[in-house]
């Protein structure tokens, strides 16, 4: 009876194609913001806030450019910790170039740069279709990670080969990097990026450009024939999707393990963004925070799960069970509900709908 | 931009082989603006394979094709889609996982002038445009009565709605050539009729040219007010359908009562 | 300049300079190269089966080996150990088919990459769950000294494994070509439509496919566990196997093998003669650049077939 939309009714097209056409899920969007900007930081601890939220805001991010490239366009990526890479790299040697630029601009530069490593990679892709592509990203993959670990010159030389990121701060007073960071910033930072790139990539992909990526995955051929250019509308989505995951990168170095590590990057970081947006729902926006949100709290919660129950296991089975229980997800996932995660939710809202009625 | 008799295109000496096997050969007709042209012959005779020609899916290796006046060389699929060619698909070419006003609204796509950044702002005309473009979406959905499956992802309808859809998409281009590929395939009686008097509509209310593989002869003489035939990748007749039904070559090899047993694989 | 002498002349000079090295290298990359074409050909089998990429073929490798050792170091003989192993990735195989494939069956292939991805990890965790994440040395009886000939350097084990691995080669093909079951098996490969038509047993074929499939994974696991001991990254092997695949061409079983020398050989080289000049562990992603440049010029690999899209 709370969730019933009688009475609401689109009186234009724009109200219509509204993100939340339905006045309750508007008001449950705003008390979210609210509750999220407010409320979180004033009740959680440092723990929560530092290596809870921010991770998973910064995979969300990751997750989000993963799906527009996999969920939404259908391009499947392995590539994911490389361009991730490419993106903590590039704002490494910006920050450390040019001292002087307000940090913000630096992640976002990383993100452009990415965008365009990943616009070079997606180039194969008009030759080869669906799997083989996977292949070529491979290649992203591991070409990336040895470049970052080799050439001496993107870790500025260092001779220890461990880098820390630089202390920066945000309206000059208030440090989101280095050893001054407040973790309610460093909260705050995170989730206001991971905020307004969901909300633009909402918005891209419920427009003129969604429907051209949706196309080219539903059937690349019939897209072509009604005057869809398929390279350009694959190379955007290389391109839109690096610019999210080479930001997401910048941010895990920066923000989340204060180090630049290319081993962070590497083919199993890949793997594990693949598989939030799998058991989040592929090709949408709230699946890739679902997934990234499971991902997060599945290892904490099989950590935590023993102690509650005064059983006593090793860090080895915990690592184990998890990588049993992804595999088994991942699979029950495209059995049952390819659409992951966000499908249910959907599901679940469409019973609310009906509560307290049966039917 | 047309030539001087009204003719919108003209197919001359087209010939189209893969391997080995023979498509077309040496096709030649034309179609006239604002007509209903159908296309007709027996399964393998090569009808899709003309329609493919013509949009630029296939590219024939002999033969010219001249559109609104111009002789076009060998258009790409989504030049043809430019140049106002729209065209549906034997087995439904639908984007399954969208819903039926998404499936509509990329028939709009090439009218539409923004780009992504627009869209990820989505301010004022980014907005608007989307707005405009929906009207025109929902005339069409309107137009052809699947008002009630709008939001429904076109994957789950059943057959003769998503041939619906599929018309709607080719609609939303605004096309002046429509090629429909075999419109009724699978339908039932009440299906052909509406599907019938959604094409009429089309060519009269908007004035589209349209072409047409049909097999269904009932549908092709009512409808349409001109025929080409085909056989084995050859013209054997053209003209009205007076004229194509009473055709002895064309009793013999598609109509006719009795023929001998020489239609082999292509039969 | 100087980087393009380095890079486009300096590394064949090197070559031309020592030949008995330039064989020595040659050799050895050969060597792992037929080690590839075993894990690749696995893969081409169930691909040529049931159209599905298994990258859990090289978790399966892994865990093969894991049981065997873990059976041998419990203290089982060897050949009952080997018969167990057998058992259980026969057992493997129905498990995977019944509750992974079958219910994936009109899927796309990315859709079906992804559940064999599922299907991995949940394997890695459940081999270190059973045996342990640590590295288990393996004996077999092989000596793995290095062995000289003419001059030339080659490791013992390297061509131990390397007989075995063309012995069951030349023993699948045999079997593909000349038994029955061989035949039936080629069809299913072909169509599976018209072989359910002429009454051969889809579902048996697949079963008898994914376990010979997985006794290559068995040898293969062995003969990578004895060189370089059994543990985790031997799954990564499979992801060796895909610039082989794309080589030789995802259908071919001859492709695998060509593929596999190719990529064993090319890798090796690149590491030796070029690793000095732009930085060691080449090797890492060589295969996949080769792969690419495949995937650009010729699809379908060396001896794959052409796919051809109809509307």
Same mark, same amino acid.
């Given at each position: 009876?709370?969730?019933?939309?009688?009475?609401?009714?689109?009186?234009?097209?724009?109200?219509?194609?509204?993100?939340?056409?339905?006045?309750?899920?508007?008001?449950?969007?705003?008390?979210?913001?609210?509750?999220?900007?407010?409320?979180?930081?004033?009740?959680?601890?440092?723990?929560?806030?530092?290596?809870?939220?921010?991770?998973?805001?910064?995979?969300?991010?990751?997750?989000?450019?993963?799906?527009?490239?996999?969920?939404?366009?259908?391009?499947?990526?392995?590539?994911?910790?490389?361009?991730?890479?490419?993106?903590?790299?590039?704002?490494?040697?910006?920050?450390?170039?040019?001292?002087?630029?307000?940090?913000?601009?630096?992640?976002?530069?990383?993100?452009?740069?990415?965008?365009?490593?990943?616009?070079?990679?997606?180039?194969?892709?008009?030759?080869?279709?669906?799997?083989?592509?996977?292949?070529?990203?491979?290649?992203?993959?591991?070409?990336?990670?040895?470049?970052?670990?080799?050439?001496?010159?993107?870790?500025?030389?260092?001779?220890?080969?461990?880098?820390?990121?630089?202390?920066?701060?945000?309206?000059?007073?208030?440090?989101?990097?280095?050893?001054?960071?407040?973790?309610?910033?460093?909260?705050?930072?995170?989730?206001?990026?991971?905020?307004?790139?969901?909300?633009?990539?909402?918005?891209?992909?419920?427009?003129?450009?969604?429907?051209?990526?949706?196309?080219?995955?539903?059937?690349?051929?019939?897209?072509?024939?009604?005057?869809?250019?398929?390279?350009?509308?694959?190379?955007?989505?290389?391109?839109?999707?690096?610019?999210?995951?080479?930001?997401?990168?910048?941010?895990?170095?920066?923000?989340?393990?204060?180090?630049?590590?290319?081993?962070?990057?590497?083919?199993?970081?890949?793997?594990?963004?693949?598989?939030?947006?799998?058991?989040?729902?592929?090709?949408?926006?709230?699946?890739?925070?679902?997934?990234?949100?499971?991902?997060?709290?599945?290892?904490?919660?099989?950590?935590?799960?023993?102690?509650?129950?005064?059983?006593?296991?090793?860090?080895?089975?915990?690592?184990?069970?998890?990588?049993?229980?992804?595999?088994?997800?991942?699979?029950?996932?495209?059995?049952?509900?390819?659409?992951?995660?966000?499908?249910?939710?959907?599901?679940?809202?469409?019973?609310?709908?009906?509560?307290?009625?049966?039917? | 931009?047309?030539?001087?008799?009204?003719?919108?295109?003209?197919?001359?000496?087209?010939?189209?082989?893969?391997?080995?096997?023979?498509?077309?050969?040496?096709?030649?007709?034309?179609?006239?603006?604002?007509?209903?042209?159908?296309?007709?012959?027996?399964?393998?005779?090569?009808?899709?394979?003309?329609?493919?020609?013509?949009?630029?899916?296939?590219?024939?290796?002999?033969?010219?094709?001249?559109?609104?006046?111009?002789?076009?060389?060998?258009?790409?699929?989504?030049?043809?889609?430019?140049?106002?060619?729209?065209?549906?698909?034997?087995?439904?070419?639908?984007?399954?996982? /969208?819903?039926?006003?998404?499936?509509? /609204?990329?028939?709009?796509?090439?009218? /539409?002038?923004?780009?992504?950044?627009?869209?990820?702002?989505?301010?004022?005309?980014?907005?608007?445009?989307?707005?405009?473009?929906?009207?025109?979406?929902?005339?069409?959905?309107?137009?052809?009565?699947?008002?009630?499956?709008?939001?429904?992802?076109?994957?789950?309808?059943?057959?003769?709605?998503?041939?619906?859809?599929?018309?709607?998409?080719?609609?939303?281009?605004?096309?002046?050539?429509?090629?429909?590929?075999?419109?009724?395939?699978?339908?039932?009686?009440?299906?052909?009729?509406?599907?019938?008097?959604?094409?009429?509509?089309?060519?009269?209310?908007?004035?589209?040219?349209?072409?047409?593989?049909?097999?269904?002869?009932?549908?092709? /003489?009512?409808?349409?007010?001109?025929?080409?035939?085909?056989?084995?990748?050859?013209?054997?007749?053209?003209?009205?359908?007076?004229?194509?039904?009473?055709?002895?070559?064309?009793?013999?090899?598609?109509?006719?009562?009795?023929?001998?047993?020489?239609?082999?694989?292509?039969? | 300049?100087?980087?393009?002498?380095?890079?486009?002349?300096?590394?064949?000079?090197?070559?031309?300079?020592?030949?008995?090295?330039?064989?020595?290298?040659?050799?050895?990359?050969?060597?792992?190269?037929?080690?590839?074409?075993?894990?690749?050909?696995?893969?081409?089998?169930?691909?040529?089966?049931?159209?599905?990429?298994?990258?859990?073929?090289?978790?399966?490798?892994?865990?093969?080996?894991?049981?065997?050792?873990?059976?041998?170091?419990?203290?089982?003989?060897?050949?009952?150990?080997?018969?167990?192993?057998?058992?259980?990735?026969?057992?493997?195989?129905?498990?995977?088919?019944?509750?992974?494939?079958?219910?994936?069956?009109?899927?796309?292939?990315?859709?079906?990459?992804?559940?064999?991805?599922?299907?991995?990890?949940?394997?890695?965790?459940?081999?270190?769950?059973?045996?342990?994440?640590?590295?288990?040395?393996?004996?077999?009886?092989?000596?793995?000294?290095?062995?000289?000939?003419?001059?030339?350097?080659?490791?013992?084990?390297?061509?131990?494994?390397?007989?075995?691995?063309?012995?069951?080669?030349?023993?699948?093909?045999?079997?593909?070509?000349?038994?029955?079951?061989?035949?039936?098996?080629?069809?299913?490969?072909?169509?599976?439509?018209?072989?359910?038509?002429?009454?051969?047993?889809?579902?048996?074929?697949?079963?008898?496919?994914?376990?010979?499939?997985?006794?290559?994974?068995?040898?293969?696991?062995?003969?990578?566990?004895?060189?370089?001991?059994?543990?985790?990254?031997?799954?990564?092997?499979?992801?060796?196997?895909?610039?082989?695949?794309?080589?030789?061409?995802?259908?071919?079983?001859?492709?695998?093998?060509?593929?596999?020398?190719?990529?064993?050989?090319?890798?090796?080289?690149?590491?030796?003669?070029?690793?000095?000049?732009?930085?060691?562990?080449?090797?890492?992603?060589?295969?996949?650049?080769?792969?690419?440049?495949?995937?650009?010029?010729?699809?379908?690999?060396?001896?794959?077939?052409?796919?051809?899209?109809?509307?």
């Amino acid at each position: 009876m709370l969730y019933r939309e009688v009475g609401q009714f689109a009186t234009s097209y724009a109200a219509d194609q509204a993100i939340f056409p339905i006045r309750q899920d508007r008001f449950g969007m705003l008390v979210l913001v609210l509750v999220a900007y407010l409320a979180v930081p004033l009740v959680a601890n440092e723990y929560w806030l530092s290596t809870i939220f921010v991770p998973f805001f910064v995979f969300s991010l990751a997750a989000l450019g993963l799906n527009i490239l996999t969920g939404y366009a259908g391009l499947l990526s392995l590539g994911t910790g490389g361009f991730m890479a490419v993106g903590a790299f590039t704002a490494y040697k910006l920050a450390t170039a040019f001292p002087g630029i307000n940090i913000v601009l630096v992640f976002v530069a990383a993100g452009i740069v990415t965008a365009l490593v990943g616009l070079l990679f997606g180039i194969p892709s008009l030759r080869i279709k669906g799997f083989y592509l996977a292949v070529a990203t491979l290649a992203a993959q591991f070409f990336l990670i040895w470049l970052f670990v080799r050439i001496a010159w993107f870790q500025n030389y260092s001779p220890s080969g461990v880098i820390t990121a630089p202390p920066r701060a945000v309206f000059g007073h208030f440090f989101v990097t280095g050893p001054e960071a407040r973790a309610a910033y460093k909260y705050w930072f995170t989730l206001t990026f991971a905020a307004v790139l969901a909300l633009a990539a909402k918005n891209m992909v419920r427009g003129a450009t969604g429907r051209k990526w949706m196309a080219i995955r539903d059937m690349d051929i019939a897209a072509e024939i009604i005057g869809i250019r398929p390279l350009s509308t694959k190379l955007l989505a290389f391109a839109v999707s690096s610019f999210y995951i080479g930001i997401a990168g910048a941010l895990w170095a920066f923000i989340y393990t204060a180090s630049v590590e290319a081993s962070a990057f590497d083919i199993d970081r890949s793997f594990q963004i693949l598989f939030m947006i799998i058991i989040g729902g592929l090709g949408s926006i709230l699946g890739s925070f679902l997934g990234a949100a499971f991902i997060v709290l599945l290892p904490i919660f099989l950590n935590n799960l023993p102690n509650q129950l005064g059983l006593h296991v090793g860090v080895a089975l915990v690592t184990n069970l998890q990588d049993m229980i992804y595999g088994a997800l991942i699979v029950f996932f495209l059995i049952a509900e390819p659409n992951g995660l966000a499908a249910l939710w959907r599901a679940g809202k469409e019973k609310l709908r009906l509560w307290p009625f049966p039917h | 931009m047309l030539s001087g008799d009204g003719v919108l295109l003209k197919v001359e000496g087209v010939a189209l082989a893969f391997g080995g096997v023979t498509a077309l050969s040496d096709v030649s007709f034309d179609i006239r603006r604002g007509e209903i042209r159908a296309i007709i012959g027996p399964n393998g005779a090569g009808k899709s394979s003309m329609l493919n020609v013509i949009n630029g899916f296939y590219r024939p290796h002999s033969g010219r094709i001249t559109y609104k006046g111009r002789t076009v060389g060998h258009m790409r699929p989504h030049q043809a889609a430019k140049a106002g060619i729209a065209r549906t698909f034997q087995n439904i070419a639908l984007f399954k996982g /969208m819903t039926t006003l998404d499936n509509i /609204m990329t028939g709009r796509l090439l009218k /539409m002038r923004g780009n992504f950044l627009l869209d990820a702002l989505h301010v004022g005309p980014a907005q608007r445009e989307e707005a405009a473009h929906r009207a025109v979406a929902e005339r069409i959905i309107e137009f052809l009565e699947i008002q009630a499956v709008r939001k429904v992802p076109v994957g789950r309808l059943p057959y003769g709605l998503q041939k619906r859809v599929e018309l709607g998409r080719a609609l939303a281009a605004e096309p002046d050539l429509l090629l429909l590929d075999e419109p009724m395939a699978g339908m039932n009686f009440e299906e052909k009729e509406d599907m019938s008097r959604f094409i009429l509509d089309v060519n009269e209310e908007f004035g589209t040219t349209i072409a047409l593989i049909e097999h269904d002869m009932g549908v092709v /003489m009512d409808l349409s007010s001109r025929i080409v035939v085909l056989d084995y990748g050859r013209k054997i007749a053209d003209g009205t359908p007076e004229e194509v039904r009473h055709d002895q070559a064309v009793i013999d090899a598609y109509l006719g009562v009795a023929h001998d047993d020489e239609r082999g694989a292509w039969g | 300049m100087h980087i393009f002498y380095a890079i486009l002349i300096g590394p064949f000079v090197t070559m031309a300079k020592e030949p008995a090295f330039l064989v020595e290298v040659l050799i050895g990359g050969l060597l792992t190269g037929v080690m590839y074409s075993l894990v690749a050909l696995g893969f081409v089998l169930i691909y040529k089966a049931s159209g599905v990429f298994n990258y859990a073929q090289g978790t399966m490798v892994l865990f093969a080996a894991l049981t065997f050792v873990g059976m041998l170091e419990a203290g089982l003989p060897a050949w009952l150990s080997l018969i167990a192993v057998i058992v259980v990735m026969i057992a493997l195989a129905c498990a995977v088919e019944r509750m992974v494939l079958r219910p994936l069956v009109n899927q796309s292939q990315i859709i079906l990459f992804m559940s064999t991805l599922g299907i991995s990890y949940f394997l890695v965790g459940l081999g270190q769950l059973l045996w342990g994440g640590d590295v288990h040395p393996l004996d077999i009886g092989i000596p793995s000294g290095p062995l000289t000939v003419h001059g030339i350097l080659i490791n013992q084990l390297d061509l131990y494994a390397a007989v075995v691995a063309g012995t069951l080669v030349a023993a699948l093909a045999l079997f593909f070509q000349k038994t029955a079951v061989g035949r039936a098996l080629r069809a299913v490969a072909d169509d599976h439509q018209a072989a359910m038509s002429v009454g051969i047993p889809l579902k048996q074929i697949w079963i008898l496919i994914w376990a010979i499939a997985g006794l290559v994974a068995l040898a293969a696991g062995i003969m990578w566990g004895a060189s370089l001991g059994v543990q985790f990254s031997l799954a990564e092997v499979a992801l060796k196997a895909l610039p082989v695949l794309i080589l030789g061409g995802f259908t071919s079983i001859p492709g695998a093998i060509v593929g596999g020398l190719i990529v064993g050989a090319a890798e090796k080289l690149g590491e030796v003669f070029w690793g000095p000049v732009i930085g060691s562990g080449v090797e890492d992603w060589f295969a996949y650049l080769l792969a690419l440049i495949f995937l650009l010029f010729r699809p379908q690999g060396l001896f794959g077939e052409r796919i051809i899209e109809r509307v």
